[in-house]
């Protein structure tokens, strides 16, 4: 790190989703589909001046070994109707959903978040999601037309049509491109951030190219100092291409954490969270997706199988995959054997992403550490409790990051792109 001023830290919230994040044996869990659950998460966030509150989203219920997955019977309500109702309950707090490219008309996309910028005064942001599965694509007229090669260029052009929407004013649109043919205008002026953010996740080459030429913000996963910085230096070198500088993209990995009043009480609260999510059902169900036949009567806390994947067979559905089975299989075993991890130990130890453990002086100095140090811009911090899951971070936590000069103590700005630093695209350049 050189002398340089110090970086000012950007924190995002993510309503925890529908999966084995969320801690649901726990008392004090709450429910996802009631408002009042969203409109605490969020309003805590504000409350910590974060800068976004961030909606995932699934189109479709998952399924395994042919019925609903058990972690899904709840559901979830939509997004943007969920964020346009947060917007009369928050004022400064940046509202983003997920919401797919594939399925969704550029035209629809472009207003539906036009006219969440509007009712929000500027906070609106999207992360650009897409989908090549038939099983998602059941539910829509086109079905699962999409190949895979093609994601990110529809997605591409998705972005690029809807920005084409937001700058054209009373002249409309017309657009010819390899997905799309248009002439039309917007029904809305133009959204106050002049663009809605675009928030982007993914790390194939694909993904990072589709990152440094469209995104404002990255959505990443990497979980250690070193995949953080060459991330972070892999991505931030391709903007000069899109004649953009390192600033105009925020790097933001998600990340968990768990607080004690020590270090040692905040690692085996980590311990007794982690084996709440991943009960020995939720193990088999993770081992299943891999191997691809059924497990019911595998011991959980035993050795993984002995026998290989079928790499052919599949008895998850609307879950991404792990990868090539046989070469999962084999990473794992390995993991397992040095480690020497039961299948729930292992699953466990292989499906946790970035998590900040220790005190509160110790969970700020590692945030802090991995901003300053280019791993990160920073972090959208998935709670495992939900509503109340966020509190004790922006309540010991946030102060000292404060404290630390890293950290915001109030909004300067109105916008989501205030918060973020990002300017107000000219448009026709977006």
């Not at 080459?205 to 972070?232: I, M, N, P």
């Amino acid at each position: 790190m050189t002398d340089r001023p110090l970086k000012q830290i950007h924190l995002a919230a993510h309503f925890p989703g529908v999966n084995n994040t969320t801690v649901w044996s726990d008392p004090a869990s709450g429910s996802h589909i009631e408002f009042d659950s969203f409109r605490h998460l969020a309003q805590t966030a504000e409350r910590g001046k974060f800068d976004f509150f961030f909606l995932a989203e699934g189109l479709r219920l998952r399924e395994h070994k042919g019925r609903i997955h058990d972690l899904d019977v709840v559901g979830r309500p939509e997004s943007i109707t969920v964020l346009n109702a947060l917007a009369a309950v928050t004022e400064r707090i940046g509202l983003a959903a997920t919401v797919n490219a594939t399925f969704n008309e550029p035209y629809e996309l472009a207003r539906r978040f036009a006219s969440l910028d509007h009712l929000s005064a500027g906070r609106a942001a999207w992360n650009v999601v897409t989908s090549s599965d038939a099983f998602t694509g059941e539910n829509f007229r086109r079905g699962g037309y999409l190949d895979r090669a093609d994601r990110y260029t529809r997605a591409a052009e998705s972005v690029q049509l809807a920005r084409e929407f937001w700058d054209a004013g009373e002249e409309g649109v017309r657009h010819r491109g390899p997905h799309f043919e248009v002439e039309g205008r917007l029904s809305l002026p133009r959204p106050p951030q002049g663009h809605p953010v675009v928030i982007q996740a993914g790390d194939s080459d694909e993904g990072r190219e589709f990152a440094a030429a469209t995104a404002d913000v990255v959505f990443t996963v990497h979980s250690t100092l070193a995949a953080g910085q060459a991330f972070h230096a892999d991505v931030k070198r391709r903007l000069a291409a899109y004649g953009r500088g390192p600033e105009e993209l925020k790097i933001m990995p998600g990340a968990t954490f768990v607080l004690g009043d020590t270090d040692a009480e905040a690692a085996e609260r980590a311990t007794e969270v982690r084996r709440a999510q991943v009960g020995p059902r939720t193990a088999i169900s993770f081992l299943e997706q891999v191997w691809g036949v059924d497990l019911s009567d595998h011991d959980p806390d035993g050795p993984l199988p002995e026998t290989d994947p079928d790499p052919d067979s599949a008895l998850a559905q609307g879950r991404v995959r792990f990868g090539d089975p046989l070469a999962v299989a084999e990473r794992w075993r390995a993991i397992a054997a040095e480690k020497r991890l039961t299948t729930r130990e292992l699953v466990i130890e292989v499906t946790g992403r970035q998590s900040f453990i220790g005190s509160p002086a110790t969970v700020a100095g590692q945030i802090d550490h991995f901003v300053q140090n280019d791993a990160a811009d920073g972090f959208i911090l998935v709670p495992h409790l939900t509503p109340g899951g966020l509190d004790e971070f922006v309540d010991k936590v946030v102060p000292l990051l404060q404290e630390r000069g890293v950290f915001r103590t109030d909004y300067t700005g109105p916008t989501l792109r205030d918060h973020l630093g990002l300017p107000v695209p000219v448009p026709g350049r977006g």
